[in-house]
């Protein structure tokens, strides 16, 4: 069964008509069955597709390797994968398919600071394709069969294999004969990289690296006013290892280029402190996620390369990378709520919020602000606020809180009626048995969304809920993949719409706030956004006010649309309703060119 093609935000008629064939994250569709998969096995350094033949399951394959630390006594939708008892290679495993279909508009050019420079001037008319599925919510959770000669979403079409170069910094197709990537403007031989921001652990030692914050002070030494750092070299392992005709948009690349900037701007290593790693325990795990989910993601460390989804990759390293990501999520909970560190900023990756209790996607394997809100529990905090600004909705955190009145979760992502990867998220969606009015979902009905829209939904509907909420904690899922120029969003909020989101959420539970790093892919939005918003944690007040803002005629309609649903739950709304509504129906009144239509 082929998938419908999507669309990526493109700023030139050559890269519109590229993104237009290739088939990438936001696609609403199918998850695919994992009880029978395609395979491969390394044959002198070659991967050779094989058809699959059932002949063993994939919990069988892994109780003949022994998975140290791990119960090999089941796995959920055992995948049965076709073995060769003679030989000694590893197995590469295709597993389910998941894709999405995107609807979008959104534009910019992040080479030059404002994201108007005049190499981008005269394309900057594009609009993104709207291509439509006739996929529901529910069928993101059937289970059918994936043709074998379409194994994966993420693969484009043949001829897309005549593109000379990607982008280094948004991974977009370019042809050989132009030295600016189409998409975002960036150079064909842009360097990112220019510093070794953390010492390898060979070079400075487990032991001591662990004991040691950024200034070489005893941990236990450090100042309780600190902005806390969570890093390991290790979780840069993780990739894609399977060479497809284009880069996974989900790369280490990321943490590497918000660490650059971080020390170009003088913040890390320097003003921050950098807490130990540690992998997050079995049991901590167990409080959010299902323990086949657990062993599931365990047993991908016995492989050179699997998938979760056709979009979820894992190889041998990932899950040990996974479990570092959750427990420094976790240590920095604890260390902000034991007044250790004034904040903190996790910089991790697998990124985590489509995690669910039972299943990984969304290139997310275990949920870290799940983890870090029950860490932050479990230290003293009675009541934790989750803000997520990534453009996709976090599907698993909400699962995994739905019926809690402990956790408030509130989400601002593209939603579109649920055309919009993952499909959840509607307003309607409010949480379930006790935890009814603890999800607040503000799901935008198109893309290229920017700051004011931002800025005033915070205003109006996640400030007066959450201050009534009174968090002890509060947590964001920082995705900057709503970040202007990002290929997958789509949307134009700015590093000072970052900045000043932040700045309102310092107001919570005492300054006891916690960034943890979830999606975003164009290198220059993500490494920007991401130190505007280390600068607020360092106390620097956001460059620009944004105080008086007028949002777009369509997130006015979704903000109005949000408060009248959460005033059941959340009368404090009552009057931000009312005002909204009066706004609204003089918006309304107002044709094309701003004036008031004429009755009758």
């Not at 409010?430 to 915070?458: C, E, K, M, Q």
């Not at 959420?505 to 960034?515: H, I």
Request: proline share 4%; hydrophobic share 35%.
């Amino acid at each position: 069964m082929r998938m419908a093609s999507d669309t990526l935000c493109a700023s030139s008629p050559k890269a519109k008509e590229l993104c237009g064939e290739n088939r990438l994250h936001n696609r609403t569709n199918r998850v695919e069955c994992q009880s029978s998969l395609s395979c491969f096995n390394e044959s002198h350094g070659n991967l050779v597709p094989e058809r699959t033949k059932g002949s063993s399951s994939l919990n069988q394959n892994f109780r003949e390797r022994k998975v140290p630390g791990t119960k090999n006594d089941g796995t959920r939708n055992d995948p049965h994968i076709h073995t060769d008892a003679e030989s000694e290679n590893r197995e590469h495993v295709c597993a389910s398919s998941l894709g999405t279909t995107v609807a979008g508009d959104g534009d910019a050019c992040l080479h030059c600071e404002d994201g108007r420079c005049s190499a981008c001037l005269a394309t900057r008319s594009q609009h993104c394709t709207r291509l439509r599925s006739g996929s529901t919510l529910q069928d993101l959770y059937k289970e059918e069969f994936y043709d074998d000669d379409d194994d994966s979403d993420w693969e484009p079409v043949h001829h897309f294999v005549m593109k000379k170069w990607f982008c280094t910094n948004c991974t977009m197709p370019n042809f050989d004969d132009v030295s600016h990537c189409d998409v975002c403007g960036e150079h064909k031989e842009s360097e990112f990289f220019k510093h070794d921001v953390f010492k390898t652990h060979n070079e400075l030692g487990t032991e001591k690296f662990s004991s040691l914050d950024s200034g070489g002070r005893d941990r236990e030494s450090a100042s309780d006013t600190s902005t806390a750092i969570g890093f390991d070299e290790r979780m840069l392992l993780h990739y894609e290892v399977s060479m497809k005709s284009h880069p996974h948009p989900e790369r280490p690349d990321r943490l590497r280029a918000i660490a650059t900037c971080l020390a170009d701007a003088g913040i890390f290593p320097g003003k921050c402190s950098l807490i130990p790693a540690r992998e997050i325990t079995e049991g901590e795990l167990e409080m959010v996620h299902s323990v086949d989910h657990i062993e599931t993601v365990q047993k991908s460390s016995c492989m050179v390369a699997s998938y979760f989804t056709s979009d979820t990759y894992a190889n041998e390293h990932s899950a040990r990378a996974a479990r570092l990501a959750a427990g420094l999520c976790a240590d920095l909970a604890v260390s902000i709520m034991s007044g250790r560190s004034k904040n903190g900023f996790a910089l991790v990756r697998p990124p985590g919020h489509h995690a669910g209790i039972k299943q990984a996607m969304g290139f997310c394997l275990h949920n870290n602000a799940a983890v870090a809100a029950l860490a932050a529990q479990r230290a003293g905090a009675k009541k934790v606020l989750i803000v997520d600004w990534d453009v996709h909705h976090g599907n698993g955190t909400q699962e995994i809180f739905e019926g809690s009145k402990s956790v408030l979760y509130i989400s601002l992502h593209r939603h579109e009626g649920g055309r919009f990867y993952p499909g959840t998220g509607a307003a309607d969606e409010v949480g379930t048995l006790d935890g009814r009015g603890f999800s607040v979902n503000i799901p935008w009905s198109r893309g290229g969304v920017g700051d004011h829209d931002y800025i005033f939904a915070f205003q109006h509907i996640v400030l007066p809920i959450a201050f009534k909420f009174a968090p002890d904690m509060t947590i964001i899922s920082a995705g900057f993949d709503a970040a202007r120029g990002d290929p997958l969003g789509c949307c134009d909020v700015t590093p000072a719409g970052f900045a000043q989101m932040t700045n309102m959420l310092t107001s919570l539970s005492q300054g006891k706030l916690l960034v943890v790093l979830e999606g975003g892919y164009n290198l220059r939005s993500i490494s920007s956004s991401a130190t505007a918003v280390v600068k607020v944690l360092l106390g620097e007040k956001p460059s620009s006010e944004m105080s008086n803002v007028t949002p777009t005629k369509e997130g006015l309609q979704t903000i109005l649309l949000v408060s009248r649903i959460q005033l059941e739950f959340w009368p404090i709304l009552q009057e931000t309703y009312a005002a909204l509504r009066a706004q609204w129906d003089s918006v309304s009144s107002l044709d094309s060119n701003g004036r008031r239509k004429e009755r009758g």
